[in-house]
């Protein structure tokens, strides 16, 4: 009986390694975000009825805050006709276009600042100039520069994105183990593969932390662009109902924005964790 229990006791270590793991293993987001959605239900619940009844109460003025039923009601008439998907598919392209713009300029540049000191301290007052100016000041400037046409709509979304871009992956370069570089290059590795096989899988979550802020920041900014100067897009849709206080569509405007923005938000989280968990395991290596 005893040979047989030490014969099974390699199992039994694997059996509860293997539940340790599972129970070691983190949360997807996916699940992390229907446990966020199930524990807040009560509060969104609240909130919803408060919207509801509040404006057919009287307790505030319904032109300005019109009843929740009212808002999903044409909401629902904006996504049957289509208007709805034409102004959403038009912001995410402009915010795509700078953010794209961005990502070709900032990640080879910081890339090239995190690498090399010399050209980093050479840049850095410049960058830091630029990127404590708000882009909702240079708005104007794009305008008068550019035009109120798509031009100064992508410009504006570039310009709220490339820092985040740039200042993470210049801290991804930085943060690449030293160790690394050396036995690279102690076997002849060249720069550009340096780069291409060591830094940049390196700097990689970091980039793509930077990515999760620029992303929601050119959304962010393309709606206020629309704002100002616009014909189409989620922004406008949310001006032009205000100023002709059509305040259900301007309240299902923004009520899009932050199902968009939620979307995203999960998204990106997703995509940094994944980053995040392939570089641990590539640095683990096996067991």
Do not use: C
């Not at 798509?150 to 570039?158: D, M, R, V, W």
């Not at 060591?198 to 802020?213: D, E, H, N, T, Y």
């Not at 032009?240 to 932050?258: K, Q, V």
């Not at 938000?265 to 290596?285: F, K, P």
């Amino acid at each position: 009986m005893s040979l047989i229990a030490d014969r099974n006791l390699p199992l039994r270590r694997t059996f509860s390694s293997r539940r340790k793991r599972a129970a070691e293993k983190p949360p997807t987001v996916l699940g992390e975000a229907f446990s966020t959605i199930t524990l807040g239900l009560p509060a969104l619940v609240a909130f919803a009825l408060l919207w509801e009844i509040a404006p057919r109460a009287g307790w505030i003025n319904a032109l300005f805050f019109p009843p929740l039923s009212q808002v999903l009601s044409v909401l629902w008439e904006m996504i049957a006709s289509g208007q709805l998907a034409d102004h959403i598919g038009i912001s995410l392209q402009r915010a795509a276009i700078g953010f794209s713009l961005a990502v070709v300029v900032a990640v080879p540049l910081g890339l090239l600042m995190g690498r090399y000191p010399l050209f980093e301290k050479a840049s850095d007052f410049l960058v830091q100039t630029l990127r404590n100016t708000s882009q909702f000041a240079l708005l104007p400037v794009f305008i008068l520069l550019l035009g109120i046409g798509e031009a100064s709509k992508i410009a504006i979304t570039f310009y709220a994105a490339v820092f985040f871009l740039l200042i993470n992956t210049i801290v991804g370069v930085k943060s690449v183990d030293p160790l690394l570089v050396k036995a690279a290059r102690s076997m002849g590795t060249s720069d550009w593969d340096l780069f291409k096989k060591v830094i940049l899988p390196s700097a990689v979550p970091s980039i793509v932390a930077g990515a999760r802020l620029g992303v929601k920041t050119s959304l962010f900014s393309v709606i206020a662009a629309e704002m100002l100067a616009a014909q189409s897009g989620i922004g406008y849709l949310i001006q032009n109902s205000s100023l002709m206080l059509e305040t259900d569509r301007m309240y299902a405007g923004i009520l899009t924005l932050t199902i968009i923005g939620l979307l995203l938000n999960y998204l990106l989280v997703a995509g940094e964790r994944r980053a995040t968990r392939w570089r641990g395991d590539g640095e683990s290596g096996p067991n």
